[in-house]
């Protein structure tokens, strides 16, 4: 079977494995069941997620320009402390920025190896954690919008780190630790005004991946370096597919690539 399409972030439904589908513009893509299958990757072009052209992808799906100017893109997305919606005062189109900005945000805590610090919107629980690679989680606060998780995310990762081992996440090592506990040990730094959100006695979320075999030595594919990859599907985790000969390939990081899957 062969399947053509612009890539995008794999859609995620959390089950007793988590269920992986790649939403193309005809087909719906399992991965699940394509474990211990042959799947290609063939490049063909590219497809801005914005603007639809076919440019040089430059970040996020983004062409160059699309990245600079698309509010789909302000930097306050990276950076949610720069969220100023909620002054109401514009970044890019302040419509969309209020739609975004001002509603519940999730500051949490994470494992996908080591206990990490983050946020994100309240919709996007679990889907945020699932992309991660976390194996569980817990929300620490719920604010009512992006900037006071933001600058509550930024005071706690003086203290905890807000980045993700991507290479351990892949090889599995876990760093085993009480989130409860951490969580705790994380209260004393949190910014005055986010103390009323503070969650007690959180639920734990436990996330299982379906892994036949996790990498060793990790080789990372992509387009830039090769313009097509053929092997044996062993796992998914993160946005990551993982093959028999230890490649891995995010399919998220390729987002705005056009590419023939063959089966």
Not at 175 to 198: M, S, Y
């Amino acid at each position: 079977m062969q399947f053509t399409g612009v890539l995008k972030k794999m859609k995620t439904e959390l089950n007793t494995e988590v269920q992986y589908y790649l939403d193309l513009p005809n087909d719906f893509i399992h991965f699940n069941s394509l474990l211990d299958q042959e799947i290609g990757f063939h490049f063909k072009g590219y497809k801005c997620l914005n603007c639809k052209e076919d440019k040089p992808i430059f970040r996020q799906g983004f062409c160059y320009s699309c990245f600079y100017k698309s509010p789909l893109a302000g930097e306050w997305i990276m950076k949610p402390e720069l969220s100023t919606a909620h002054l109401n005062q514009e970044d890019r189109d302040l419509e969309y920025e209020k739609a975004v900005q001002l509603q519940p945000h999730i500051v949490y805590l994470a494992n996908s190896g080591d206990v990490k610090v983050g946020i994100t919107r309240k919709t996007q629980v679990p889907t945020r954690w699932i992309d991660q690679g976390a194996h569980e989680a817990i929300p620490i606060l719920e604010t009512p919008n992006r900037y006071l998780a933001g600058i509550a995310e930024v005071a706690l990762k003086n203290h905890i780190s807000d980045k993700t081992n991507w290479r351990n996440m892949l090889r599995n090592n876990i760093n085993e630790q009480d989130l409860f506990a951490v969580q705790q040990e994380l209260k004393e730094f949190l910014p005055e005004e986010t103390e009323d959100f503070f969650i007690e006695n959180p639920k734990k979320t436990e996330i299982n991946y379906p892994v036949i075999k996790y990498p060793t030595k990790i080789k990372s594919f992509n387009f830039k370096k090769n313009l097509s990859y053929t092997g044996i599907l062993k796992g998914i985790k993160g946005q990551y597919l993982i093959f028999e000969d230890n490649t891995v390939f995010n399919i998220r990081s390729n987002s705005g690539n056009v590419v023939d899957i063959s089966i």
